[in-house]
């Protein structure tokens, strides 16, 4: 059963960078929800499937970690 998800119907989904043309795992951060939330998605269940919601400071250390831990080139 879908969910309405409140304050999220003006987001506008931006696929991961990381995300490839043959159906692999891919996530979809939204911009424009309420201020200081950051929803994310899984691509294959958009848009009637579960959407997690972070505080927008916990998104930027998470992210922050990410780019900290990724090998170098």
Request: aromatic share 6%.
């Amino acid at each position: 059963m879908a969910h309405s998800h409140p304050g999220l119907s003006a987001v506008e989904w931006r696929k991961s960078s990381y995300s490839n043309g043959s159906g692999g795992s891919c996530v979809e951060v939204g911009a424009g929800a309420a201020a200081g939330i950051v929803p994310v998605r899984d691509t294959k269940t958009a848009p009637t499937g579960t959407v997690l919601t972070f505080p927008a400071t916990s998104w930027t250390h998470f992210i922050r970690t990410l780019h900290r831990t990724q090998p170098s080139d």
